[in-house]
């Protein structure tokens, strides 16, 4: 196994590609602590994780609220002993087909405190424990907004172009005690989010014509945080099906 015995936190693990990227790393060997909102997913997805043979701890937090990340991040430590991965997964989109002259000022923040506050505050709070062990492993959900500017969607694109410049700036201080950190862009989609004429468009626009799902990023992860990528930091790594070429 890839992940034996490695500890890792996720945030945004309820649903979706968090949900995908915490049962990858179960089955890879690594133990867990599942961060997300709500608390009945976080329950439902442990089981599942004890299921293939790990532990799981569940704590409820909101990404944007720093004393709930810090004792979150307090418990994993006391729990495990270690943490050797975090992956940051937490994100909303917020509003979308919306030009900048009508987003609400308060809608912008939120996406910019989830997006961007939500990674800082649980990659602020794992690193001086990581530091100290001088190993560890940052990954950054993060998606192809990123990567060119995306009409009427500026809260959601801003908090994706800000992101890779937090992940470099990372990768820079925490390199020279052996913690990489790095970004994992996605484009996934799935039948029944869009009508199905957009969703066979968005199909057409792939290079390899079919869609990206949160498993595809789910083993991009995977990849990223494991022996076999520990010379790699600050990079971006793209899963998109080939849309962006």
Not at 11 to 36: F, N, P, V
Not at 127 to 132: R, S, V
Not at 216 to 244: C, K, P
Request: hydrophobic letters at 40%.
């Amino acid at each position: 196994m890839k992940l034996a015995d490695r500890i890792a936190i996720v945030t945004g693990a309820a649903k979706g590609m968090g949900r995908d990227i915490c049962l990858t790393l179960a089955r890879e060997g690594a133990h867990l602590t599942l961060a997300a909102r709500e608390p009945a997913p976080l329950e439902a997805l442990a089981r599942e994780v004890e299921a293939i043979g790990r532990r799981a701890l569940v704590v409820p937090t909101d990404v944007t609220d720093e004393p709930a990340v810090e004792r979150m991040v307090a418990r994993a430590r006391a729990t495990f002993g270690r943490i050797d991965i975090l992956v940051n997964a937490a994100g909303i989109t917020g509003p979308i087909e919306t030009p900048v002259w009508e987003i609400k000022a308060d809608d912008f923040d939120q996406v910019i405190a989830v997006n961007l506050r939500g990674t800082f505050l649980p990659t602020k709070h794992v690193l001086p424990g990581m530091i100290q062990q001088r190993s560890g492993k940052i990954v950054n959900i993060s998606g192809t907004s990123g990567l060119r500017g995306y009409k009427n969607r500026a809260a959601y694109s801003s908090s994706k172009w800000a992101l890779r410049g937090f992940t470099r700036t990372v990768a820079l201080e925490a390199g020279p005690y052996n913690v990489n950190d790095k970004l994992c862009r996605e484009k996934a989609r799935k039948r029944g989010w869009t009508p199905e004429r957009v969703y066979q468009e968005y199909v057409d626009e792939m290079a390899l014509k079919r869609v990206t799902i949160a498993q595809d990023i789910a083993n991009a992860v995977l990849f990223l945080v494991s022996d076999e990528a520990s010379n790699m930091t600050g990079q971006s790594v793209t899963v998109d099906g080939g849309w962006d070429v």
